[in-house]
Structure formats: C-alpha cells, structure tokens
C-alpha cells in the first residue's frame, strides 16, 4: 500500500531547481507534521525542512535560504521547492508525515525520490 506518493526528483545541473512532491492518501489523518530527509550513500538521514499543521517551518542550515517547504493540508501534500542546487544536495530524499492523536503517534515514509546534482 502506497501511503506516501513522492515526485519530482530528478537529475540537474549545479544552480539548478526541482520541486518535490509528497501527497498522503486520504487514510492518514490528524497530520501534525510534515517534512522531508534527505540520505547520501554512508551517510545518515538528516533533516531538511519541516513544516507544523501551523505553518512553522523549520530548515537544515545547510539549505536555508534555497530550499522552501509548503503544505496543503486540503491536498494533504507536501513541497519541497530546491533552488540554487549544489552537487551536495545529493542524495535520496524522503518524505516524512508525523501523525499525532490523543491516542498515539506514527510516522509514515515516502519510498524516497533521487535528487542528483552534477557539477
């Protein structure tokens, strides 16, 4: 079961864009946080942004000033717009959605999208 749809990865040039895509299907409620994370090969996933059911963003530094992350909480999608990439923005990035109740917490995956950036 696809529960996480991630899009928007792809190959670009140093200096270039992409915009990632992250839909929740419609079984996942209560969505309190949503984000992506990002893995380089023998690295360990990192953060990269998140953002609350408020609007409250928060950005690794590495990105902060070229990547900004958005929701649609009628869509239940998250974006991830990447400007200004750099070859170490490689990597596989995963979509991540923190879900909270009054009765438990679960964090939902994406399969993960490969963002590869040349120089």
């Known amino acids: 079961q696809v529960q996480l749809e991630e899009s928007g990865g792809g190959l670009v040039q140093a200096g270039g864009s992409l915009r990632l895509s992250c839909a929740a299907s419609?079984?996942?409620?209560?969505?309190?946080?949503m984000g992506w994370y990002r893995q380089a090969p023998g690295n360990q996933r990192e953060l990269v942004a998140t953002v609350t059911s408020e609007g409250a963003t928060n950005y690794a530094t590495s990105v902060k000033g070229r990547f900004t992350i958005a929701r649609d909480n009628a869509k239940n999608t998250v974006y991830l717009q990447m400007n200004s990439l750099k070859p170490e923005d490689t990597a596989v990035y995963y979509c991540?959605?923190?879900?909270?109740?009054?009765?438990?917490?679960?964090?939902?995956w994406g399969q993960g999208t490969q963002v590869t950036v040349s120089s």
């Open positions: 991540n959605v923190n879900q909270r109740t009054w009765y438990r917490t679960h964090d939902y």
């Open positions: 419609r079984g996942i409620s209560s969505i309190n946080r």
